[in-house]
């Protein structure tokens, strides 16, 4: 599922985590591991991976009290229905992001493997009524541009359009 590594977005996702999240507490990084998570540990935050459940059926990753933070990096828009883990997690703090809805691209539907299929693609609002509705209060976001280097209108667009929406949210 890695075939190339975004590094302007996990450069830029790392510094926003930064300034939210100190590497004495305890995260729960929702998904599997992968090459950000690798990243946080380098950076010498202790972090923990769910272990590839479906949490749209499973929530019980995020129900243990273990943990100071969850963060969840593009993870929300692969769940039929986030707002059950959203409701569910008992960390207080929470750090996630999704991409945003854009007018030239449509959702992204791997057709051969099931978990690469984004069942939501996020206007700001809708993402910030349902971290509202499950319990959250956003204390600080962002919203960003991920280039790619190809030639073309899309890409052209995807410089000046932003593309994902980064959350730091604390429990109510």
Do not use: C
């Amino acid at each position: 599922m890695y075939h190339t590594i975004p590094k302007k977005r996990y450069r830029h996702t790392l510094d926003f985590l930064k300034n939210h999240v100190t590497t004495s507490d305890k995260i729960l990084d929702l998904g599997i591991e992968n090459p950000f998570s690798e990243i946080l540990k380098k950076n010498n935050y202790n972090v923990t991976n769910t272990k590839g459940e479906d949490l749209d059926i499973d929530t019980s990753a995020v129900i243990s009290e273990d943990y100071d933070v969850v963060t969840a990096f593009e993870i929300f828009e692969h769940l039929v229905s986030p707002f059950n883990v959203l409701k569910d997690i008992k960390a207080k703090k929470l750090v996630a992001s999704v991409p945003l809805k854009l007018w030239f691209a449509s959702a992204y539907q791997s057709k051969t493997d099931e978990r690469d299929r984004h069942y939501h693609e996020f206007e700001v609002w809708q993402f910030d009524w349902l971290l509202e509705k499950a319990g959250w209060k956003i204390k600080a976001r962002e919203k960003f541009t991920n280039p790619v280097k190809k030639i073309g209108i899309r890409p052209i667009l995807r410089r000046i359009t932003p593309r994902y929406y980064l959350i730091y949210a604390e429990r109510i």
